[in-house]
């Protein structure tokens, strides 16, 4: 089944270091989003990609870092420069159409 | 002010009921419109995708725009226990996959009992 696959579901961190999220997507689709998703605020953009080896800092990308070497991965790193990192985070991919946008499961990273 | 608004509830009927959920927004370069359902700790998954003003349907499931109010709605039909969850409204100025930033509201929390 196609889909997207975030690793791990949950992840703890100690302050101070940096940590990175997987997403690996099998739906041959061009573009990937990382979201984050805080109680009472809704999901805010954090970096996209369209293309292999292009990517551009979403609303809010400080303390944050991607890379984007093939067109299935997209991993994010959370560095120690993140102020408040405990968050739910959500990566997503679309197609350049109106079939939407296909999320993954999320990871729950917890500071501590 | 929020570029997209949305009542956080939560909202509590009962089974078989009809249901409205409910988005404003400002930006009047929204042209794409979207309702996600997301269950509790898993990811968002799309419901519907519309495109400009007007209606559309799938099952038991409405989607109205109307860009001259700046206002969307999805509407659930006979609800079921199973349609429990926080429904996501989202928009853009383009379609999925450009540059296109996707502005999403807060989220509804719903709960249909039995």
């Known amino acids: ?112 | 002010q929020k570029e997209v608004e949305q009542d956080p509830g939560p909202l509590s009927v009962p089974e078989g009921a009809i249901v409205s959920l409910n988005c404003t927004y400002s930006n009047s370069a929204f042209q794409y419109f979207m309702w996600y359902r997301q269950y509790s700790r898993k990811g968002p998954e799309l419901l519907m995708y519309t495109y400009s003003s007007g209606n559309k349907e799938d099952g038991r499931f409405t989607a109205q725009v109307d860009k001259s109010s700046k206002y969307i709605s999805l509407f659930i039909r006979d609800s079921q226990p199973s349609d429990s969850a926080t429904y996501l409204c989202a928009m853009s100025r383009g379609p999925a996959g450009t540059a296109s930033k996707l502005t999403f509201g807060t989220g509804t929390r719903l709960q249909v009992t039995l």
């Open chain 1, 1 to 112: 089944d196609g889909g997207i696959t975030q690793s791990p579901k949950y992840l703890f961190r100690k302050e101070g270091q940096n940590v990175t999220l997987s997403c690996e997507q099998n739906l041959n689709h061009d573009a990937m989003y990382w979201y984050r998703q805080d109680p009472g605020q809704g999901l805010r953009l954090i970096y996209y990609s369209q293309i292999v080896n292009d990517f551009q800092k979403g609303d809010i990308a400080e303390g944050y870092s991607v890379s984007r070497e093939k067109k299935e991965s997209f991993p994010l790193t959370v560095t120690s420069a993140q102020k408040n990192p405990t968050a739910f985070y959500l990566c997503a991919s679309s197609m350049r159409d109106l079939n939407g946008y296909t999320f993954g499961s999320g990871t729950r990273l917890t500071v501590v």
